[in-house]
């Protein structure tokens, strides 16, 4: 998740924490140097297969407990 403009940012302690988004949602395929690059961050090498990334350009985020 983005924010539109850099609008708000999400706190690191939100991770496993319900969200309500409202944005731009989009299907990014990938090239192999981006799954490349995402595995590498991730330590995952499993990731290098990745070919599809959903990416949300949230306009408005509402954090639930």
């Keep these: 998740i983005t924010a539109k403009r ?4 999400v706190a690191k302690d939100a991770k496993g924490k319900k969200a309500i988004a409202e944005g731009v ?3 990014k395929e990938l090239s192999q140097e981006e799954a490349d690059h995402l595995a590498e961050d991730a330590k995952d090498p499993s990731m290098k297969t990745k070919k599809m990334e959903l990416r949300l350009e949230a306009s408005a985020l509402e954090m639930r407990s």
Excluded at 6 to 9: A, M, P, R, S
């Design 6 to 9: 850099y609008g708000f940012f």
């Design 25 to 27: 949602l989009e299907v």
